[in-house]
């Protein structure tokens, strides 16, 4: 029934302290979640606790009018008849440490669901218009300055209001819910009044009147503005996360940027014109609020205009032109003040093919022989499945990296196949855009006939969706056969005490080619006075399961000389062996290491020196002689 028909007993006594009686707070008072200032819809009462939360009125209200109305007292529907006037904020709470702010005079509709005795009391202002239940059950009372209304339930659970009009005078105010049951001396339950009021803290708010609203404008600190990628995960609460997606977007794809407007209280702005630019001809449309999580329709100009609050938008960024690589820089402003400014990057279509890393196959070598141990030693990819001789990156007309899994397929150009080199396949496509990420790479291999030999091979890329082909450029496709027989030389005849020597070793197969890139060399020993090997370690040498590079070489550093101790200047041989290749005799470099500053050649330079001067003074005397002859005539 309504308010009007409910048959009422309204009654003023003398005023109260805000405590007065003995007040319980609520061991654990709920906190559920409430709705901000300026919200589509009121909090539910159903959402908190009986007889343990506290809500206010936050939806958007522009009547002019305050209003606490119930029309069957059920404790679930209080909600629907509350409207606030000067909320300007609300926290997110509904326990006992609530927080709100307020013009002076405001109206606060309070609610809250009680199956007890129930009051509300402030520290200041006055309360009117309390409801509870229906008219067997209530009976609504005031203190004498207005600051304290109670409500007598001794029944089910129910909902209670009541509207909370605020100072005109600035400042910080209380209001309390509290709860139970007052009892006589023989634990009888007795009639609450306004000085002797139920025992339970159920709810508080502290209320802040302020002079001069900072509500209203946009505030920086409140709002959100971040790119994303992931439409469908989009929640209006991630919006305030303050984070940008990480994701590079692909060929086709688009970008969002979801925008949270804010003011200085953390609520919503009221519509205003909100505005987006993007460079570069990007296209652009805004989303709608109701539908965040679906992607919005793409836009068919650079600038779009809406009259809307921003309080939860995605505007859309789409490339211009199928295939084109689109860098751009969207600019968001509302009613004139710049809010968001976010610079994105879409992909464009395959357009360049970069092969890199390449190895020598085995003679009779398949695309699909076991080949990833080149490809472990050169770029650090675990990659235990097969077909793994060279890498390819393939970019778009911008450099931008494109994955190219689940774009389209990779071939051979077969023009360039020979009898040498009969296949190329790439065995594994890449997926990610990252320059850092090692998945950038797609990976290949090829296949090899019975006799050594090269050849210069392309490889292409075809789109699905489009059907265009882009080819690489030719790269040498080398087939040999085993590591049989090495040699090692330095780079250096002669190297000095501190420095760095470099030693190449060459493995030919049988017939006297650089060997592959397959096949292991096996495990090795290395003998080298006065050296310390730096890129491996000595005696066992670089590890057994290692592969040649393309060109049937290897290359390890070494130190010359410890650093606590002098070496000695001479000439020296070091005897390496690779004890699998059997047929090969071991190799014996000869080098030669001095000392610096007391070698052969210095001590040469400092001779001459000394004679320089001797010659010099030599000459002063000849001419000291002269001068005394002159004088004498």
């Not at 003398?14 to 405590?19: E, G």
């Not at 326990?95 to 007890?116: D, I």
């Not at 009892?183 to 802040?208: F, H, K, M, W, Y």
């Not at 590079?549 to 550093?557: E, H, R, V």
């Amino acid at each position: 029934m309504s308010k009007t028909t409910l048959r009422k007993r309204i009654t003023v006594i003398a005023v109260s302290a805000l405590t007065a009686g003995v007040i319980t707070a609520v061991a654990s008072p709920a906190s559920f979640a409430h709705n901000a200032a300026g919200s589509a819809q009121n909090t539910a009462v159903a959402v908190g606790t009986i007889n343990g939360s506290l809500f206010v009125a936050t939806r958007s209200n522009t009547t002019g009018l305050a209003t606490m109305t119930s029309t069957s007292g059920a404790s679930t529907d209080i909600h629907l008849g509350a409207d606030s006037l000067g909320l300007l904020s609300k926290d997110s709470s509904s326990g006992t440490a609530q927080t709100a702010n307020v013009l002076p005079s405001a109206k606060l509709a309070l609610y809250a669901a009680v199956s007890t005795q129930a009051a509300f009391t402030a520290t200041g202002g006055t309360f009117a218009s309390t409801i509870g239940g229906d008219a067997t059950e209530t009976t609504e009372t005031y203190s004498s300055n207005l600051r304290t209304t109670v409500t007598d339930l001794v029944t089910a659970a129910t909902g209670v209001g009541t509207i909370w009009t605020a100072p005109s005078t600035a400042g910080t105010y209380t209001v309390q819910l509290l709860t139970g049951f007052r009892l006589d001396s023989s634990g009888n339950r007795v009639a609450p009044t306004t000085s002797d009021l139920p025992p339970t803290l159920s709810g508080q708010i502290t209320v802040t009147v302020t002079a001069t609203s900072a509500g209203g404008s946009y505030s920086a600190a409140y709002s959100a503005c971040n790119t994303t990628a992931n439409f469908a995960g989009l929640t209006a609460a991630a919006l305030v996360t303050g984070v940008d997606s990480s994701a590079s977007m692909a060929n086709g794809a688009s970008w969002g940027i979801a925008l949270k407007l804010r003011d200085a209280y953390d609520a919503a702005l009221d519509a205003g014109n909100l505005v987006a630019s993007a460079t570069n001809g990007a296209l652009i449309s805004w989303g709608t609020a109701a539908t965040l999580t679906s992607t919005p329709t793409a836009g068919t100009g650079s600038t779009v205009v809406a009259y809307r609050a921003g309080s939860s938008d995605v505007l859309l960024v789409s490339q211009p032109t199928a295939g084109a690589p689109l860098t751009t820089t969207v600019t968001i402003t509302y009613n004139g003040t710049t809010v968001c400014t976010k610079t994105v990057s879409i992909g464009g279509k395959v357009a360049k093919l970069t092969v890199s890393n390449v190895g020598t196959q085995d003679l009779s070598g398949a695309t699909t022989d076991n080949t990833y141990a080149w490809i472990g030693q050169q770029l650090g990819i675990d990659y235990s499945s097969s077909g793994a001789l060279f890498a390819v990156i393939a970019t778009d007309s911008a450099g931008n990296i494109v994955a190219t899994d689940g774009l389209g397929t990779f071939s051979s150009v077969a023009a360039t196949l020979t009898t040498v080199v009969q296949a190329v396949a790439v065995n594994r496509q890449s997926t990610s855009s990252s320059s850092s990420n090692l998945n950038r790479f797609a990976l290949g291999s090829w296949q090899c006939g019975a006799v050594a030999g090269q050849a210069n091979v392309k490889i292409k890329f075809t789109t699905t969706a489009t059907g265009e082909a882009v080819e690489s450029d030719a790269f040498t496709a080398r087939c040999a056969d085993d590591p049989y027989t090495y040699t090692v030389s330095f780079d250096k005849a002669t190297y000095t005490q501190g420095e760095l020597a470099t030693a190449t070793v060459k493995f030919l197969d049988s017939k006297g080619n650089a060997a592959n890139s397959t096949d292991t060399h096996g495990a090795s020993t290395w003998s080298l006075p006065y050296m310390t090997g730096v890129s491996f370690t000595l005696p066992t040498g670089a590890t057994s399961t290692g592969v040649t590079k393309a060109d049937g070489t290897l290359s390890y550093t070494f130190t010359i000389g410890a650093t606590d101790a002098a070496i000695t200047a001479g000439t020296y041989t070091g005897v390496i062996e690779y004890t699998a290749l059997v047929a090969s005799a071991k190799s014996t470099p000869t080098y030669k290491l001095t000392t610096g500053s007391s070698d052969v050649a210095f001590t040469e330079v400092l001779k001459s020196v000394v004679a320089l001067i001797a010659s010099i003074n030599k000459q002063i005397q000849a001419l000291q002689k002269l001068i005394l002859q002159r004088n004498r005539r």
